[in-house]
């Protein structure tokens, strides 16, 4: 037997998102190292290789975190996720007012020793997503009045989004859907769903009044980028330059490491990685990355369906609707559809905590493939 044939033989779990996680990297990998070469030039004195040996080590950990992740029994996830929340929160605050800024915005907490940065958010949409799981699955049926709901569901999503929101909204928007979601596909009564998006308008309300007393609020950032998608057809600069590249690519690309808008593009290897990708290998390539994506939630469904535990289920479906909703958002920012987020394409832009919180997500997914496969 072959080492690719016995790798397959142990790996257990739905072998279908193993491919596509697959795919994706050696995709990544190919697109990293093309959309540094201007940065590298910049910064590392030429050197070319330091970034993707950089990505490369950082793919690496991601997929043994992945490969640990999927080797935990899912129901652990369960029983962690109180603590993790507890865990999440004051870390969320301490980076608000105590964390490393870039681009304006503090979302970032330095590790000492280690030189490392930290974004406290990747780890905080985790612990939500797993507690609203738990939540959603177990105390459904104990949820008759205000004080009941509010507690143990509505509470923490306002509490995790608001610390999120003021430096990284974007994120927080999409973290508010994916609960709201998790919460209709798990049947929790309207009212409380409906009350939770007026809360939600209630408190990006504040938000915008604290904005006149504090910078820790990006409110300017907000209405230039809103305004700027709204009045410009043509969008800004980074746009413009990403309209090129995906004009350049037209059906099957100029052909990897040809790319000339990576020398313009702002974040070429991180925020606008999609552009790079298609003027490299075309709209066919482009196509092909959406349908990567779509395809890890199609085999998501799959796995809700044939999850005999409410947990599993609405696990793996909030995990994969964040993945999914993030790499929509990335695309669209590219093609002018929606403002500039900042948000990455996971498991394909150049990253450090995005990737590694990533992987570990898919593999929370795997486990729970994994233990239906066990079952059937």
Same mark, same amino acid.
């Given at each position: 037997?072959?080492?690719?044939?016995?790798?397959?033989?142990?790996?257990?779990?739905?072998? $279908?998102?193993? !491919?596509?996680?697959?795919?994706?990297?050696?995709?990544?990998?190919?697109?990293?190292?093309?959309?540094?070469?201007?940065?590298?030039?910049?910064?590392?004195?030429?050197?070319?290789?330091?970034? /993707?040996?950089?990505? !490369?080590?950082?793919?690496?950990?991601?997929?043994?975190?992945?490969?640990?992740?999927?080797? /935990?029994?899912? %129901?652990?996830?369960?029983?962690?996720?109180?603590?993790?929340?507890?865990?999440?929160?004051? !870390?969320?605050?301490?980076?608000?007012?105590?964390?490393?800024? !870039?681009? =304006?915005?503090?979302?970032?907490?330095? $590790?000492?020793?280690?030189?490392?940065?930290?974004?406290?958010?990747?780890?905080?949409?985790?612990?939500?997503?797993?507690?609203?799981?738990?939540?959603?699955?177990? %105390?459904? =049926?104990?949820?008759?009045?205000?004080?009941?709901?509010?507690?143990?569901?509505?509470?923490?999503?306002?509490?995790?989004?608001?610390?999120?929101?003021? &430096?990284?909204?974007?994120?927080?928007?999409?973290?508010?859907?994916?609960?709201?979601?998790?919460?209709? /596909?798990?049947?929790?009564?309207?009212?409380?769903?409906?009350?939770?998006?007026?809360?939600?308008?209630?408190?990006?309300?504040?938000?915008? /009044?604290?904005? @006149? #007393?504090?910078?820790?609020?990006?409110?300017?950032?907000?209405?230039?980028?809103?305004?700027?998608?709204?009045?410009?057809? @043509?969008?800004?600069?980074?746009?413009?330059?990403?309209?090129?590249?995906?004009?350049?690519?037209?059906?099957?690309?100029?052909?990897?490491?040809?790319? *000339?808008?990576?020398?313009?593009?702002?974040? &070429?290897?991180?925020?606008?990685?999609?552009?790079?990708?298609? @003027? =490299?290998?075309?709209?066919?390539?482009?196509? $092909?990355?959406?349908?990567?994506?779509?395809?890890?939630?199609?085999?998501?469904?799959?796995?809700?369906?044939?999850?005999?535990?409410?947990?599993? &289920?609405?696990? *793996?479906? +909030?995990?994969?609707?964040?993945?999914?909703?993030?790499?929509? &958002?990335?695309?669209?920012?590219?093609?002018?559809?929606?403002?500039?987020? +900042?948000?990455?394409?996971?498991?394909?832009?150049?990253?450090?905590?995005?990737?590694? #919180?990533?992987?570990?997500?898919?593999?929370?997914?795997?486990?729970?493939?994994?233990?239906? =496969?066990?079952?059937?």
């Amino acid at each position: 037997m072959s080492i690719g044939n016995k790798i397959y033989a142990s790996l257990g779990g739905d072998r $279908v998102i193993w !491919l596509i996680v697959l795919l994706l990297s050696i995709m990544s990998l190919l697109a990293v190292y093309s959309a540094t070469g201007t940065l590298a030039y910049r910064k590392q004195g030429g050197d070319t290789e330091f970034y /993707i040996v950089k990505h !490369l080590m950082l793919m690496s950990g991601g997929l043994g975190l992945m490969y640990i992740c999927y080797l /935990i029994h899912y %129901k652990r996830y369960s029983r962690w996720s109180p603590i993790a929340i507890m865990i999440a929160i004051p !870390l969320l605050m301490y980076t608000l007012f105590f964390g490393t800024s !870039l681009n =304006e915005a503090s979302r970032w907490i330095m $590790v000492p020793i280690i030189n490392v940065s930290f974004q406290s958010s990747d780890f905080a949409k985790l612990a939500l997503i797993m507690y609203l799981a738990r939540e959603i699955s177990t %105390k459904q =049926e104990t949820i008759k009045d205000l004080k009941s709901a509010f507690l143990p569901i509505l509470a923490p999503v306002l509490v995790i989004c608001g610390l999120i929101a003021p &430096a990284d909204l974007s994120t927080a928007i999409l973290l508010f859907i994916t609960s709201l979601l998790l919460m209709f /596909i798990g049947r929790v009564n309207f009212k409380y769903i409906g009350l939770l998006i007026l809360l939600g308008i209630v408190m990006f309300a504040i938000l915008i /009044i604290l904005a @006149e #007393f504090s910078p820790l609020v990006r409110l300017d950032t907000w209405v230039l980028r809103t305004r700027d998608f709204v009045t410009n057809s @043509e969008g800004g600069y980074q746009i413009q330059q990403a309209k090129i590249a995906i004009s350049e690519g037209s059906w099957f690309g100029v052909g990897p490491g040809n790319s *000339a808008q990576r020398n313009y593009l702002p974040h &070429a290897y991180s925020d606008f990685i999609y552009a790079i990708i298609v @003027e =490299e290998y075309g709209l066919f390539g482009g196509f $092909v990355i959406i349908a990567l994506y779509v395809g890890i939630l199609l085999r998501c469904v799959r796995l809700v369906t044939l999850s005999p535990k409410a947990f599993g &289920a609405m696990l *793996a479906l +909030g995990l994969t609707l964040s993945l999914v909703m993030q790499a929509l &958002a990335n695309m669209a920012v590219s093609v002018h559809l929606v403002p500039v987020t +900042g948000l990455t394409l996971p498991l394909m832009s150049m990253g450090g905590t995005s990737l590694l #919180f990533t992987s570990i997500a898919v593999g929370m997914i795997l486990s729970v493939s994994k233990y239906i =496969e066990t079952v059937k």
